[in-house]
């Protein structure tokens, strides 16, 4: 059998998304049940502590965390709070907001990330495709209540911030991706408890509630995290910020399918639009490395017997 980190390698990439995109839709149809029995923020901490246990039961993620730096310490506490009041605004948002407007807001701070790692016309025109795309496909209604609208924005920016993080956990040389995000999510568990977890205790009475919320927690927080994590292991942030595009293009295939909900031809044309753009987009070269052809020669360096540099030559 292949090791882990080969299969995972012989997966493409933009899979991986595909996956987490359409959990990120089976994870609300979870969180009809709890809305009826829990309030808000306690259907924020069911989703992150139900998680947070399935991590730890899994990765056992501390073991991993005690070989870390003080940085890839931070870098754990710093995503793990972030995690934890993302999800909290978020739910408050979709309480007093439309879904569609909520997601709508969400994607503007990722449209910022994925143009300021374009660098390329190609990948330009490919963002130029996919956001008119996202437009047509979500149900924009900026009005109502004020408060919703704050969290929406706030949701959105730690979700940028999220990709940020998630990214660079991905590419931690000395930790696993999904360990960190193991660990992350046992951070989060502790910060969203003091906050949202009073909300969420009458739930733990609750048979059905408590299978709703392992529910929301496998279905929104583990597969879709853990396959952002495999993805983001082998595409650029700004890659991964394009990427996020497909995820109403997802929901609206998803009712096709399943639903059989003929989309609109506006509908349509978004889904196309958002395909068009990222079938076009290409992955950027590595900035810290030229590419292939920029790469000089290599100098005939004078070597020893023993084929190393002679010690004037590596000194300098």
Known sequence: MLPQAQRAGSVPPHLYFVVSAVF??????????????????????????????????????????????????????????????MNCCFYLSIDRLPLGTVAAIEFLPVIALAALGARTARNAVA?????????????????????????????????????????????????RGIDGLAASMLVAA??????AGWEGAPALGDPVALLAGVGVGVSSSVIPYVTDQLAMARLARASYALMVSLLPATATVIGIVVLA?????LEAAGVALVVAGVRLHREPAPRDEPAPRDRPAPRNEPLTPR?????????A
């Open 190 to 195: 502790a910060v969203v408890t003091p906050l």
């Open 24 to 85: 990120h839709y089976l994870g609300p149809a979870f969180a009809v049940l709890l809305f009826a029995r829990v309030d808000v923020l306690g259907v924020a901490w069911l989703r992150i502590a139900s998680a947070a246990l399935v991590f730890a039961l899994w990765r056992r993620p501390w073991r991993a965390v005690h070989l870390l730096d003080r940085d890839g310490r931070r870098l754990i506490a710093t995503w793990g709070t972030v995690l934890a009041v």
């Open 127 to 175: 963002l130029m495709l996919a956001v008119p795309g996202v437009y047509l496909l979500t149900d924009v209604q900026l009005e109502g209540e004020p408060l919703g609208v704050a969290f929406a924005f706030a949701n959105a920016v730690l979700f940028a911030v999220y990709i940020v993080l998630a990214h660079r956990v991905a590419r931690h040389g000395e930790l």
């Open 261 to 265: 909900q003929i989309p609109s031809p």
């Open 307 to 315: 084929g190393e540099p002679r010690p004037h030559d590596a000194a």
